[in-house]
């Protein structure tokens, strides 16, 4: 097969997925606005390579959180990967052990997290939504846990899902046979069956959602494990300052793709305040609109450790199942050495912010 670009995985990925299906993956939040603007705050930074560096080898590989990776590279977390594949997250797992990027699992995974350990090669972390129910909280991370899971992921910028406008004109509902296998049937039961005008996923959050927690409450996750853990969805410098003091190991800088808080600031133009006030205290990660390899050079010369790819995983797994999600990363990962070459930079510790100005 020749190689496609991720441009090319999207228009195949689309021809291939019912539109509902579709419009969820793709689809936003509010306006939707978002959607271009997370690209835009990318395409304005502008590359500021360095010359006559001894570039003839060079070394994309990094160390987070204790997990070793090829390229500072992960895939985000993302809901229901058998909704593009039959084999879901654990052809996913197959393909980022095979990139040796890290995969991010959601708590709403269509695999079992022990199917999706089988499977992995590479690290995995475990990301969650905190549900009324914390019992189910406990035994997930007992789970992760014992299946050897690296890091724990708490996804903190959806109290509830958002209006997404695509879902709720689709009255989108999760099919029958996709679940959320890891967490209670009962729990998930209003993610399924459809109503007209109603997303489903919106309303299963309203229902089981806890919407009150707070820092405390944090406290209280952070005690019941010794993995580190990573706040998903911080845009605020202050909650940075926050998360550092409640111990937390990592953030993921991100607007969670367009998909929750209408308006929402872009993770690259959101980060460089948080670089200063976590001033090294944490690891930072940012996600949205990441789809060339220059990217994630712009991320790290704005200070991340890394960066998430969310869509256009999907967009691989739904052409060609777990091929599909190798060749994305690949064509990524491809990109990224060729950026470090042309950059000056041969280790991902030489980027920094001299290498970028916005335009
Ligand atoms: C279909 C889909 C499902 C998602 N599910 C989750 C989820 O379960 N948990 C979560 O924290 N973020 C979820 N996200 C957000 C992603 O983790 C990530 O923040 C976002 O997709 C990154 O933007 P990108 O798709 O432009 O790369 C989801 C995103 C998509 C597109
Ligand atoms: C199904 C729950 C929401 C998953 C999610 O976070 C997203 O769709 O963005």
Redesign the pocket.
Known sequence: MAALTLREYRAEAEGRLPAPVWD???GGSGTESMLSA?RAALDRIRLRPRCLVDVSVCDPGVTLLGSRLAAPLGI?????HQLAHPEGEVATARAAGAAGALLTV???ASRTLEDIAAAASGPLWL?L?WLRRRETLVELVRRAEDAGYQAL?L?VD?PRVAYRPRDARNGFAVPGGIRAVNVDAAVMSASHGGAAGESAIARHSKEQFDASITWRDLAWLRERTSLPLVL??VLAPEDAELAVEYGVDAL?V?N????QLDFAIPAADALPEIVDAVGGRCRLIL????RYGADIAKALCLGADAV?????A?WGLAHSGSAGVADVLRVLLDEFEEVMALMGAPRVGDFGNSGIVHH
Not at 76 to 80: E, L, T, V, W
Not at 256 to 259: A, L, M, S, V
Not at 287 to 290: H, M, Q, R
């Open positions: 969820f993956l793709e997370g985000a977390p993302m809901a229901y959601s708590i709403f990301q939504y992921v996804t959806a998903k969805g993921v991100s969670h793709g367009g998909r996600d949205g609109s990441i998430f790819v969310g869509r256009p999907l």
